[in-house]
Every structure is written in C-alpha cells, then in structure tokens.
C-alpha cells in the first residue's frame, strides 16, 4: 500500500476575469510513505501564478515564499502532471490535513482542466479527522497540526511550519503516530461521484420558517421545570443564522427564549435547538 500525504500553499486574490476571489496554488508539497509506515520520497514543486505575481503580506509572512521565488515556478497544469507520475500507483491513497486543501485543489482544476476531478485522486482520507478521532481529541474544536505533533510528542526540529513539504513531512509523521490498519480502513474513501458532490456540496441554513425543511414539532418546546407545553408570545423571527420566538409557561408564567437553527447538509437538515429561562419565578405545577 502506497500512501501519499499532500500539502498546498496558495494566495487569496480577486481576479476581474472571474470577477470573484480565487485561490491561486503557488505550491504543492508530498510524501510518499510505504505499508511499513517509512517516508520513501518526497515531491516539492513551486507554482507560477498567472492572476497576480504579487503575494498578499499574510502569505509572504506565513510561509517566505517571496514574489522572486515564484518567477522560477512552473505551470499548475505542469506540477500536477508531474505529481500524477510521481504518486505513480492508482490505488495510493491520498491525504491531506483536512479537506481544505483538497477545496483549494478542486477550485484550481476547475479553473485549469475545466472539471473539478483531481487527475491523481482516487482514494482519499482526511487526516485530521481520523487523527481527531484517534486521539480522542473531541469535536468542540479542530485538532491543529503543531498540537497534534505536541499529543504526539513529535520533534518538529527545524522543519519550517506553513511550508507545503515540511508540513507534509509533518503530517506523515503524526500519520505514522496514530495509525491503526482496521480504524484507517474505515476512514479510505473512493473518489466517485458521491464522494465529489459531498464534498462540495454547501450546507444552507434555512432562513423560511415555513420551508419545508423545518419540521413544526421542532418548534414547540416545554417548560423546564413542570414539563408543561410551551405558548408562544410572538412571532418566529430570523437572526444571526438562526430562528427566535419568546414563550411563556401557563402554569406559573415562566418566560423563556427559544432558538432553532435549521442546516441543510447534503445528507439532509439538521436542527438543533435551545430553550433558555429568562430570568423570572419558577414554573408551579
């Protein structure tokens, strides 16, 4: 088993041909990591932009990659060329530290092939999430990659954080540190065409009460402290990504607030819902 473990840089610019913001790649970094788990090879390549030569500061300071170094970079067309040979196995399965990259990546192969195929995909895991779950980090916030060499106690010695192939080297490493064969097994994923419009698929918050996605018993709620259903005092109101509307207890006149968020994700919407007590006398049965 061959597995490849991918990393990108690139700059945020606004491009008047497409009159939008595009994330232009400036450059791909990749190991190569055998079955044994040992680093085999390594892929670097330096990408000539063709929107804007000039980096935004963010980017200059967060990786040193300088406008003079970028005029001696190749094609985007030409750099994944060359990593498709490189990866050379069509089973290698392919990863990255979660699946913004592989965003980032889609958005230029639509730009430059015209499909957001990636030539050189057809397995793929998202590493921070299986690291996630591996080290039982939980999912109230994102699992960096510098923290997960420190749960690791990986030295990250003079590897330079933010740059696509040290941070690939990186990634290998806590790879080789949390790697499981039945748990990793799991997590591979085919890059069909359910794995692409999942991918890209983008979640909607519904901001209609009256859309169908919004299931009615979603919104009635009951008193915290007597079990008694809820009256609403006024009208569902739409803010902050998220339905309002005041209720009262009948039973002794407790007022809450309750918010109702409705997300339409690709494998259907999902509600979540919270009721809070104002700060008034309990209920009485």
């Known amino acids: ?14 491009t008047r041909k497409l009159k939008s913001y595009f994330n232009e790649i400036i450059e791909i970094g990749a190991v190569k990591i055998d079955s044994s788990l040992k680093q085999v090879d390594e892929f670097r390549a330096v990408i000539k932009p063709i929107f804007s030569r000039k980096l935004s500061h963010i980017v200059t300071n ?12 190749q094609p985007f067309s030409r750099v994944v060329s060359l990593l498709k040979r490189w990866i050379s196995d069509p089973n290698a399965v392919v990863m990255t530290w979660s699946t913004t990259d592989l965003l980032v990546l889609i958005e230029n192969c639509r730009y430059f092939f015209n499909s957001q195929r990636i030539p050189f995909l057809n397995y793929y895991v998202d590493l921070q999430n299986y690291c996630q779950t591996r080290l039982d980090y939980g999912d109230t916030q994102q699992l960096g990659l ?21 941070d690939s ?32 698929f983008k979640n909607v918050i519904i901001s ?16 915290e402290k007597c079990n008694r ?23 002794g006149g407790t007022k809450y607030a309750a918010r109702v968020q409705v997300k339409l994700k690709y494998d259907g919407a999902q509600t979540t819902r919270k009721l809070v007590q104002k700060p008034r006398e309990d209920c009485e049965k």
């Open 229 to 251: 259903r809820l009256r609403r005092t006024g009208q569902w109101r739409f803010s902050s990504r998220a339905f309002f509307a005041d209720f009262i207890c009948g039973g």
């Open 169 to 200: 080297i990186l990634t290998g490493k806590v790879f080789a540190g949390v790697y499981e064969p039945q748990s990793f097994a799991l997590q591979v994923r085919p890059t069909d065409t359910e794995f692409y419009d999942r991918l890209t």
């Open 208 to 223: 209609d009460i009256k859309d169908i996605h919004v299931n009615k018993s979603d919104l009635r709620f009951r008193c």
């Open 146 to 166: 510098l923290k997960a060499c420190e749960l690791l106690s990986i030295d990250t010695g003079d590897l330079e954080n933010h740059r696509a192939l040290d």
């Open 62 to 73: 967060l990786t040193g990659i300088d406008e003079q170094e970028l005029k001696g970079g």
């Open 1 to 14: 088993m061959t597995y490849i473990i991918l990393d990108l840089e690139w700059n945020g610019v606004y």
